[in-house]
């Protein structure tokens, strides 16, 4: 059995995001919190992520959304805690110009994960082009998935359940 943390972006995700559906009835599937959504900052949000992690079981994979991809990718950078595997969806260009200028510290880490990661990116997504999520896909040694013309690959994309980014997160559960 395995744990997957679903780690929302700024405002958190409603309910009907993906990551909230895929939670939906679900017990495998377990949210993030943090204490303030709409007020990021990477230093106060690594810690809730950290005991996320620790109280998860020992094989953890996590499904990151937005800003939640730039969390989990510092978090990983540093952490003494192994997970499974990572699915990032829709990494926001914090030099971009729609990226939120209340979200303090989120840089882009230039490391390689130390697990098997995706990054999924739209070619029409508001916040990161289809060359930043390259870039960060190369970067960090993920696969590279891109889906279309998604949006932002949330809610108001439409997706539902979005099976296609369930059948991602299933193959990284699959090959560990």
Known sequence: ???????????????????????????????????????????????????????????????????????????????????????????????????????AGFGVPLVRMPCPTIVVASVDDPYADMGFAQRCAQVWGSRFVEVGKAGHINAASRLGHWVEGKQLLAGLTRAS
């Open 1 to 103: 059995m395995y744990t997957v943390l679903t780690v929302p972006g700024i405002g958190n995700s409603g309910p009907d995001h993906w990551q909230s559906l895929w939670e939906d009835g679900d017990p495998a599937f377990v949210r993030v919190q943090q204490r303030d959504w709409d007020n990021p900052v990477l230093a106060e949000w690594l810690a809730p992520l950290e005991t996320a992690v620790r109280s998860a079981g020992p094989r953890v994979f996590i499904a990151a959304h937005s800003l939640g991809c730039l969390l989990v990718a510092h978090w990983l950078a540093q952490a003494s805690v192994r997970i499974c595997g990572v699915l990032f969806v829709a990494v926001p260009d914090p030099q971009g110009e729609n990226f939120p200028a209340r979200a």
